[in-house]
Nanobody, 115 residues
Framework: QVQLVESGGGLVQTGGSLRLSCAAS????????MAWYRQAPGKKRELVAA???????NYADSVKGRFTISRDNAKNTVYLQMNSLRPEDTAVYYC?????????WGQGTQVTVSS
C-alpha cells in the first residue's frame, strides 16, 4: 500500500502562485511514477503533470510554461509549483502514484483562483 497526503492548496488571485506538496509513505520503493491530477466541478479528472522515477516529466498543454512538477526523493515528496494561476485552474488537485498495475490517490486539496 502507498499513502499519499497532499497539502498547499488555498485561495489565490489571478496571476498568483501556489505550491502543492504530496508526501508518500508506505510501500514506496517500487513506485514507477507520480502525478498531479485535477477535477473541477462537473468535469472529469484530468492529468496536470507527471514525473517518473527517472525524472522524466510531462504536462497538460493548458499548464505548460506555468506549472512545474518536481520530486525530492530524500523526502518522498512530489511538488507542483503553479505560477500565473488562472480562474480555470480552480479545481480539487489530487496526487497519484502508480506502482505496477496499482494506482493510489491522495485525498485532494482545493485550489481556488479568484478573478
Amino acid at each position: 500500500q502507498v499513502q499519499l497526503v497532499e497539502s498547499g492548496g488555498g485561495l489565490v488571485q489571478t496571476g498568483g502562485s501556489l505550491r502543492l506538496s504530496c508526501a508518500a509513505s508506505g510501500s514506496i520503493l517500487s513506485i514507477d511514477a507520480m502525478a498531479w491530477y485535477r477535477q473541477a466541478p462537473g468535469k472529469k479528472r484530468e492529468l496536470v503533470a507527471a514525473i517518473t522515477t527517472g525524472g522524466n516529466t510531462n504536462y497538460a498543454d493548458s499548464v505548460k510554461g506555468r506549472f512545474t512538477i518536481s520530486r525530492d526523493n530524500a523526502k518522498n515528496t512530489v511538488y507542483l509549483q503553479m505560477n500565473s494561476l488562472r480562474p480555470e485552474d480552480t479545481a480539487v488537485y489530487y496526487c497519484g502514484a502508480r506502482r505496477g498495475a496499482s494506482n493510489y490517490w491522495g485525498q485532494g486539496t482545493q485550489v481556488t483562483v479568484s478573478s
